[in-house]
Every structure is written in structure tokens, then in C-alpha cells.
T-cell receptor, first 117, second 113 residues
Framework: SQKIEQNSEALNIQEGKTATLTCNYT??????LQWYRQDPGRGPVFLLL?????KEKRKERLKVTFDTTLKQSLFHITASQPADSATYLC????????????????FGKGTKLSVIP | NAGVTQTPKFRVLKTGQSMTLLCAQD?????MYWYRQDPGMGLRLIHY???????AKGEVPDGYNVSRLKKQNFLLGLESAAPSQTSVYFC????????????FGQGTRLTVV
């Protein structure tokens, strides 16, 4: 079965620094790797996705990289702010593939980011 | 635009009681999902549906049933609630033919005593 791991349960960084979160997966190659933000008591909110044939994607202060050889995605928040404090989830998406997991979004456990003023 | 709406937001059940959680989306999405989220376990897929009248099991389906009689609604049923089903339940929907991002509801916090 698909397995997705986010290496850190929690990450504390100083305001203004770059936060880097890691997502590793095994067994299946996703068509997309998605990143979500979740605030306490709320549902996850989509941030970015990166396709299997893309190396890097940017959106404002966010950057995602995807290395299909290492089976790893990195999520960066540059110039971090206290408002960036939240839990960040990555998800495997096999849209377009046939077979197991082809309709599912499989989530990692998340990394809780705290940006310290 | 309401997006994904879950009903109820909070519920306390006694062991053995039954209940139905309702998820409604107004985006005409084909795919709908039910997840549960527990501390340290992340989001785990219970059941999902790829269209009206279809359902399929996810990672943790035992003790739950679902129905998708109308495209906009996805119901999650607990026939005989157990304390192990105490959790926060999230519904999500998406349409991979347009883009693949999922839209989530606000969650239902269920406590089984």
C-alpha cells in the first residue's frame, strides 16, 4: 500500500527564516504531490500541488520541490511570519493512474510549524 | 458559495447508538471523501465515492457505512457507535477533470461515551 511520511511532527523556527518541511513516500509513484495547511479546529486548505514531471513550483513565499528519484517533496516557506504557524500536510494524488489508489488522496500525518517572533 | 458543509459540527453519542453525518457540496464535484483525524494518526480515509451511486472502502472502513444517492451529498453512518470512533471527521470533495485540489468541510467532532 501507499505510505507517506512527514519527517517532523513539529518544527520551530525564528521569524524571518526559511522553514523547510519534508514529505517522503514509498511504493507508488503519485501523479501529483499536494500540500495543505490546517489551522486548529478547521479543515485543511489547499496550498500548492506539483506534478510528477515538475521539479519546482512557486507561489508567493511558498516553494515546493519534487524529486521522483528520491521519492521526496520539500515545502519551503521563505521569510516566515508568526501567521504561518499551522500544521502542514502533504498528500499523494494518483489521479490519471489506474489500479490501487487511483482515486484517493493519501495524507501524511502533518508537521506542526511554529514561527517564533 | 458555501463549498463543503458538514452537519452536525459537534455530537456526543452513547456506546451503541447510531447516527448519520451529512456532507453537502455545491461545486458539482464527482469525488467525495470521508476522513477521520486522530492525534498522532493524521487524516485516514474511511470511504470515498467517485460518482453518484458509487462508494468504495478506504483505509479504515470498519464500523462505518456510506451512501451517495445524490451527487451533492455523501452520508457517513455509524450503526453502533464505539468509543474508538471518537474522532474529528472531515468530508472533502474534488473534481480531477478540472483541478485535483480537495475542498474540505469544517469537520464534525464526535465523542462516543
Amino acid at each position: 500500500s501507499q505510505k507517506i511520511e512527514q519527517n517532523s511532527e513539529a518544527l520551530n523556527i525564528q521569524e524571518g527564516k526559511t522553514a523547510t518541511l519534508t514529505c517522503n513516500y514509498t511504493n507508488y509513484s503519485p501523479a501529483y504531490l499536494q500540500w495543505y495547511r490546517q489551522d486548529p479546529g478547521r479543515g485543511p486548505v489547499f496550498l500548492l500541488l506539483i506534478r510528477e514531471n515538475e521539479k519546482e513550483k512557486r507561489k508567493e513565499r511558498l516553494k515546493v520541490t519534487f524529486d521522483t528519484t528520491l521519492k521526496q517533496s520539500l515545502f519551503h516557506i521563505t521569510a516566515s511570519q508568526p501567521a504561518d504557524s499551522a500544521t502542514y500536510l502533504c498528500a499523494l494524488d494518483r489521479t490519471g493512474y489506474s489500479g490501487a489508489g487511483s482515486y484517493q488522496l493519501t495524507f501524511g500525518k502533518g508537521t506542526k510549524l511554529s514561527v517564533i517572533p | 458559495n458555501a463549498g463543503v458543509t458538514q452537519t452536525p459540527k459537534f455530537r456526543v453519542l452513547k456506546t451503541g447508538q447510531s447516527m448519520t453525518l451529512l456532507c453537502a457540496q455545491d461545486m458539482n464535484h464527482e469525488y467525495m471523501y470521508w476522513y477521520r483525524q486522530d492525534p498522532g494518526m493524521g487524516l485516514r480515509l474511511i470511504h470515498y465515492s467517485v460518482g453518484e451511486g458509487t462508494t468504495a472502502k478506504g483505509e479504515v472502513p470498519d464500523g462505518y457505512n456510506v451512501s451517495r444517492l445524490k451527487k451533492q451529498n455523501f452520508l457517513l453512518g455509524l450503526e453502533s457507535a464505539a468509543p474508538s470512533q471518537t474522532s474529528v471527521y472531515f468530508c472533502a470533495s474534488r473534481d480531477p477533470t478540472v483541478n485535483t485540489e480537495a475542498f474540505f468541510g469544517q469537520g464534525t467532532r464526535l465523542t462516543v461515551v
